[in-house]
């Protein structure tokens, strides 16, 4: 289950509201009772309020692989192979911490996406060793409607003119408006999700009952994505190891009462977990049922909340566990 990442980022800053009108947290933490026991025997773990959030590795492979992808018109990817080259450098550069903290500067520090694509090319040398690459080229670089596409193509754009191309960075929509125009040439290319576009591509060459052709495995879901994106008129550079999909969060203070730092310790460790999840979670297969067959998560009571709510929710010791987007920036540690 991916939720649309545009209705969670809607309703994030009422999420950061909520925290900060709170107060200190506590009133729903506590330390699990070492007489009680879930239905599996194992002791229940209470929620632990706490400020800071930490996402349980997902070492049983329940989410595929959303790593951050640029996807390139297949024209300009032929007529100029710089463009691609450039955009690697931006994968090589990014992971799933720096994304938090680009996340973080622009949606809770309130900075625009342009500010902090400058920072970002200038502080990780990004700028192109030749300045020339691109003179007399025009590209558009594409952003879907949420902050953190638009962070990207900011940041593709900044990398893109260093090397002397004309870039406009434009704003569109979802995937099914942006696609098309990244097809038939209006874009050049978008920073785009590996797991989701493989799916997406997929549906649209094979049908939209086609199995899903993504997993964990962030190779062979970029295997998968490639020939589809050959077909579909699309070229893919190389997978950053910055993510953003579904995930699931503890707070620190929790973690470190039980000593968990993985899914599977976490339910080795607990029984009779409160998880925070959106309405759909006890019926999609990504969420409590994924977590109940793939690592036999133990789960005692689902509390139901808008997605933008769930991390206040278990920073203030209501739930145990809910679920977060991998690149939240309510994750940043500092």
Avoid: W
Avoid at 200 to 226: K, M, Q
């Amino acid at each position: 289950m991916r939720t649309t990442r545009p209705a969670r980022l809607a309703i994030l800053a009422a999420a950061v509201l909520v925290l900060g009108a709170c107060g200190t947290p506590g009133s729903g933490g506590g330390e699990a009772d070492p007489t009680s026991s879930g239905t599996s025997g194992k002791p229940v773990c209470d929620p632990v309020a706490g400020e800071q959030l930490v996402v349980l590795e997902d070492d049983g492979g329940l989410q595929n692989a959303d790593n951050i992808i640029p996807a390139v018109n297949a024209g300009v990817a032929q007529q100029s192979p710089a463009v691609i080259e450039l955009l690697d450098t931006v994968s090589a550069a990014l992971d799933t911490d720096k994304l938090i903290d680009l996340n973080k500067a622009v949606d809770i520090d309130r900075r625009t996406s342009s500010e902090v694509a400058k920072e970002f090319v200038a502080d990780e040398g990004l700028a192109a060793s030749d300045a020339s690459a691109g003179a007399g080229q025009s590209l558009v670089v594409g952003a879907a409607n949420f902050s953190e596409s638009a962070t990207l193509a900011e940041i593709y754009g900044e990398v893109l003119r260093s090397a002397g191309y004309q870039v406009e960075v434009r704003t569109i929509g979802n995937r099914d408006t942006y696609l098309p125009a990244l097809v038939d040439g209006t874009l050049s290319t978008v920073p785009e999700y590996a797991a989701t576009l493989a799916d997406f591509l997929n549906a649209r060459v094979n049908g939209a009952d086609a199995p899903s052709v993504s997993s964990d495995d962030v190779d062979e879901t970029v295997a998968a994505l490639t020939p589809l994106a050959e077909q579909s008129g699309l070229a893919v550079g190389q997978p950053s190891a910055a993510q953003d999909q579904n995930a699931f969060a503890v707070t620190q203070a929790f973690a470190d009462e039980h000593d968990v730092t993985t899914l599977t310790e976490l339910a080795e460790a607990c029984g009779g977990l409160v998880l925070a999840g959106p309405p759909e979670c006890p019926e999609r297969p990504f969420c409590q049922p994924g977590l109940e067959e793939t690592y036999g998560l133990e789960i005692g009571e689902f509390k139901s909340y808008d997605f933008g709510l769930i991390g206040a929710a278990v920073r203030q010791g209501d739930a145990a566990i809910g679920l977060v987007l991998s690149s939240d920036g309510s994750l940043a540690t500092d």
